[in-house]
C-alpha cells in the first residue's frame, strides 16, 4: 500500500485547511485510514481514523473541530481541519491499515499569523 499526501500549507489562526491522502496499490486490503500528527519536539500522536464501513474517531480534543472522511473515492480520506490554532501545527501522517500498519510521507502544517 502506498499513501500520498497533500493539502499542508501556512493558515492564520481561525482559518479551515484540508488534507488528502490517496492510497494506491494493494488497497483491497485496508481497514482502516486515518491521521498522526507530530509537532516540533514532540512524539507523533494519533488524530483520527476512519474505518471502511464509515465510522470516524477521533482525539478527545479534536472532536468537533477536525472532521474525517472519504469521498467518492473508498481508498482517499480526507482531514478537514476548521478553527485552526497555533498548536495544530505539526506535520501530519496519513496511515494506513491492512495487513500492516502503512505511513504516508507527511504533509506540513503550520498555523501563524
Known amino acids: 500500500v502506498q499513501l500520498q499526501a497533500s493539502g499542508g500549507g501556512l493558515v492564520e489562526p481561525g482559518r479551515t485547511l484540508m488534507l488528502s491522502c490517496a492510497a494506491s496499490?494493494?488497497?483491497?486490503?485496508?481497514?482502516?485510514l486515518g491521521w498522526y500528527r507530530q509537532a516540533p519536539g514532540k512524539q507523533r500522536g494519533w488524530v483520527a481514523t476512519l474505518s471502511q464501513s464509515g465510522h470516524a474517531t477521533y482525539l478527545d480534543g479534536l472532536k468537533g473541530r477536525f472532521v474525517v472522511f472519504s469521498d467518492t473515492e473508498r481508498y482517499t480520506v480526507h482531514l478537514q481541519m476548521n478553527v485552526l490554532k497555533p498548536e495544530d501545527t505539526a506535520v501530519y501522517f496519513c496511515y494506513a491499515e491492512a495487513d500492516s500498519r502503512y505511513w504516508g510521507s507527511g504533509t506540513q502544517v503550520t498555523v501563524s499569523s
Open positions: 496499490g494493494a488497497v483491497g486490503m485496508i481497514n482502516a
